[in-house]
């Protein structure tokens, strides 16, 4: 079946414009996760969503970031008022329950 | 919670020769390791995992070990091909409770 999917691909953004980032899991993934991987860095935990729980955002790093899930659907990430710190690679991935998570390819994200 | 440190950081090796990767956890109530293999623009992939009820498990040329006692496991490549080359992540979790906890990833270069 189909893996999870990230759009955009590529975005390139001015300090301080707002970016969403759109994620859609694998069909019947109640887990759904978003990281930040910084050029030659490891990955980063930002947020975690399952089921109907609150989500798991300790992993944000500031109020600018934030994350919506819409049922066992799509999510998308907000980051509010960008900053040339926030250029990184944003990766979401999906699991079923908390268990193996397959990741997408992940949105490149540049503020100039 | 769980803390995993990977090593090495970096990873050298001929076409052919043999590549191992070691990962430690903290938390002994983790059960589940996964190791993920991330090739340059791309999202991680899942190459192989272990439970911690087997302490060794082989596929083809990888092999991944896992010592419950010592609170290590190991990724082990053999007959290495430059398709191999990647950034290897390592994770450790608590199945079906708690989310993975990733190594900060090694970087294996197989020349050829």
């Known amino acids: 079946g189909a893996g999870v999917s990230q759009s955009p691909s590529n975005k390139v953004t001015e300090k301080g414009k707002d970016v969403e980032l759109r994620c859609d899991p694998i069909s019947g993934h109640t887990a759904l996760y978003w990281y930040r991987q910084r050029l030659g860095q490891g990955l980063e935990f930002l947020i975690y969503?399952?089921?109907?729980?609150?989500?798991?955002k300790s992993g944000l790093p500031s109020d600018r970031f934030s994350a919506e899930r819409t049922g066992e659907s799509v999510s998308t990430l907000t980051i509010q008022r960008t900053q040339q710190e926030d250029s990184a690679v944003y990766l979401c991935?999906?699991?079923?329950?908390?268990?193996?998570?397959?990741f997408g390819p992940g949105t490149r994200l540049l503020v100039l | 919670g769980e803390n995993v440190e990977q090593h090495p950081s970096t990873l050298s090796v001929q076409e052919g020769d043999s590549a191992v990767i070691k990962c430690t956890y903290s938390d002994s109530a983790s059960n589940y390791f996964p190791w993920y293999k991330q090739e340059l623009g791309k999202g991680p992939q899942l190459i192989i995992d272990i439970r911690s009820n087997v302490g060794e498990k082989k596929d083809q040329r990888i092999a991944v070990t896992l010592n419950k006692t010592a609170k290590h496991f190991s990724l082990h490549i053999t007959e290495t091909q430059p398709e191999d080359s990647a950034v290897y992540f390592c994770a450790a979790s608590i199945s079906g409770y708690s989310t993975l906890t990733f190594g900060k990833g090694t970087m294996l270069l197989v020349s050829p």
């Open positions: 991935a999906s699991s079923y329950e908390v268990a193996t998570q397959y």
């Open positions: 969503f399952q089921g109907n729980s609150a989500p798991d």
